[in-house]
């Protein structure tokens, strides 16, 4: 017997939406991934500024993590974006990532 819309047998229709959820899965990963990415790439420029953005950066991470260090620093950019994936990111995860850039004098 057909199904739905498409015409489709219930044995595929199951068969359909396995597809399309393993799909998705693949197509959200790979989203992640590039946020990942982004708020990374975002936190070198904090780390790396020499303006106003890199400023609020150190002044920041005197008292306070990394992660809160890099919100000051997006945040005097007006880089709402890369405020929202460092979010997503979480403390830490940007914590520990932000190790790995070496340590700015006066900071924690």
């Not at 219930?10 to 946020?35: D, S």
């Not at 914590?95 to 340590?103: E, I, N, P, Q, S």
Request: aromatic share 8%; glycine share 10%.
């Amino acid at each position: 017997m057909r199904n739905g819309y498409l015409g489709l047998t219930a044995a595929h229709t199951v068969r359909f939406v396995k597809i399309v959820l393993a799909v998705t899965g693949v197509v959200c990963f790979g989203t992640l991934e590039a946020a990942a990415q982004d708020w990374q790439a975002a936190a070198q420029e904090c780390y790396a500024d020499t303006g106003a953005a890199g400023n609020a950066y150190r002044s920041t991470c005197k008292d306070h993590d990394q992660y809160e260090s890099i919100h000051a620093c997006e945040a005097a950019a007006g880089e709402e974006n890369a405020m929202a994936r460092t979010r997503m990111a979480g403390p830490g995860v940007v914590d520990t990532v932000m190790m790995d850039f070496g340590k700015v004098d006066g900071c924690q």
